[in-house]
């Protein structure tokens, strides 16, 4: 009886075969690889993460709008409210 065994890798893909010669042909091709599972999960998880960002910066934006709204429509009652306080000191200034 005589075997040989054969292995080779290409970096992704390492396959061994063994070859068995016992009167008859007989050949056992085991195949192993990491395939490209790896680099698709990688990628998908890149994706959320980027997906994420862009939602979070988006949020920020639009609270950063609101409080930009309520501070100049603070402001603005504050400058009507100092036209009339102006306004109540010259009335009582021609009543005098």
């Known amino acids: ?3 040989r065994v ?3 890798t290409d970096g992704v893909i390492t396959e061994r075969v063994t070859e068995t010669d016992s009167g008859g042909e007989t050949v056992v091709v085991q195949s192993r690889g990491g395939g490209g599972g790896g680099i698709l999960v990688g990628f998908a998880i890149l994706l959320l993460v980027v997906i994420g960002a862009v939602y979070l910066l988006n949020q920020n934006s639009r609270e950063n709008a609101k409080t ?3 501070t100049e429509a603070a402001d603005k009652v ?3 409210a100092k036209d009339v306080g102006d306004a109540a000191k010259d009335a009582a200034k021609k009543i005098q």
Do not use: F, L, P
């Open 1 to 3: 009886m005589v075997e």
């Open 6 to 8: 054969t292995e080779r």
């Open 68 to 70: 930009s709204a309520v």
């Open 78 to 80: 504050g400058d009507a």
